[in-house]
T-cell receptor, first 113, second 113 residues
């Protein structure tokens, strides 16, 4: 069964550093997403991406965040200057259509120290 | 905005049925989902229901939807120890340019032998 692949599985970074979280969505999917889950809290929507542009973003997704689909296969989330409160599990997801059928990756646990 | 609420914890004996409840506020929700998250793992889609249905059965899983009360439940028949996990209810309203999911806080299910 096709999978969404995320790397790395765990990243530790110093406060103020830039991080890039990587995702390989399912190859024929058209919609791409990032979500995050702070430990013990809800899974929160960050951003959706369709047709090479951001289609929707949440209040969390401020100027520190950016997304890119640099080639035909990768979808990245960049955090420019990490803060302690960015520590969370970050999930990438993709879907073929704008309806149902999300597939989530296994997540990247980001720890900012 | 949209809000999805779940109870925090459910303990059940192996072989019994589990019922996990969820309430949501947005009457325009189109799809309602149940995801399972095992420790350290990603979000696995268990099942979903379209808003014009009131019941869906898939092997041991039964989803009931009460649109009037905005109440969704997931029944797991013959609960096994492998069903121990966090279960998330989620909803969305698909749009042309993407469809963010709004998650509940998750219900931790503990299955006792």
């Amino acid at each position: 069964e096709p999978e969404v692949t995320q790397t790395p599985s765990h990243q530790v970074t110093q406060m103020g550093q830039e991080v890039i979280l990587r995702c390989v969505p399912i190859s024929n999917h058209l919609y791409f997403y990032w979500y995050r889950q702070i430990l013990g809290q809800k899974v929160e929507f960050l951003v959706s991406f369709y047709n090479n542009e951001i289609s929707e973003k949440s209040e969390i997704f401020d100027d520190q965040f950016s997304v890119e689909r640099p080639d035909g296969s990768n979808f990245t989330l960049k955090i420019r200057s990490t803060k302690l409160e960015d520590s969370a599990m970050y999930f990438c997801a993709s879907s073929l259509s704008g309806g149902n059928g999300y597939t989530f990756g296994s997540g990247t646990r980001l720890t900012v120290v | 905005g949209e809000d999805v609420e779940q109870s925090l914890f459910l303990s059940v004996r192996e072989g019994d049925s589990s019922v996990i409840n969820c309430t949501y506020t947005d009457s325009s929700s189109t799809y309602l989902y149940w995801y399972k998250q095992e420790p350290g793992a990603g979000l696995q889609l268990l099942t979903y229901i379209f808003s014009n249905m009131d019941m869906k059965q898939d092997q041991r899983l039964t989803v009931l939807l009460n649109k009037k009360d905005k109440h969704l439940s997931l029944r797991i028949a013959d609960t096994q120890t492998g069903d121990s996990a966090i279960y998330f209810c989620a909803e969305n309203q698909p749009k042309a340019a993407g469809n963010k999911l709004t998650f509940g806080g998750g219900t931790r299910v503990l299955v006792k032998p």
